[in-house]
């Protein structure tokens, strides 16, 4: 069984920094992409950012020069570095694994339950 396990959401001030974290769990052979999304209230889920196994990178225009994805490929974990917050990034923030599992050939693509993160003053 493999979870996703998302943190580090919560209240920030507008200009604010928050970090988000998500651990893939369970028996992992390799994840080849993991990114985040994030829905906000009456919109559509959009895409936020995400990063491959070889560590390219790729941002929605709404977040570039000021959120950073990273990985650690040895805690199967990604996190989401997020500053100069504005009260539009206030949104519920989902994490998204695509991985390989030992003992298929199958690939995977699981999402985690998600992280309130509110910008408000």
């Known amino acids: 069984q493999v979870q996703l396990v998302e943190s580090g959401g919560g209240l920030v001030q507008p200009g604010g920094s928050l970090r988000l974290s998500c651990q893939v769990a369970?028996?992992?052979?390799?994840?080849?992409?993991m990114g985040w999304y994030r829905q906000a209230p009456g919109k559509q889920r959009e895409l936020v950012a995400f990063?491959?196994?070889?560590?390219?990178?790729n941002y929605a225009e709404s977040v570039k020069g000021r959120f950073t994805i990273s990985r650690d490929n040895a805690k199967n974990t990604v996190y989401l570095q997020m500053t100069n917050l504005k009260p539009e990034d206030t949104a519920v923030y989902y994490c998204?694994?695509?991985?390989?599992?030992?003992?298929?050939?199958?690939?995977?693509?699981?999402g985690g339950q998600g992280t309130q993160v509110t910008v408000s003053s």
């Open positions: 998204n694994a695509h991985f390989l599992l030992y003992g298929t050939p199958n690939e995977y693509d699981y």
């Open positions: 369970g028996n992992i052979r390799s994840i080849l992409t």
């Open positions: 990063v491959t196994g070889g560590d390219s990178t």
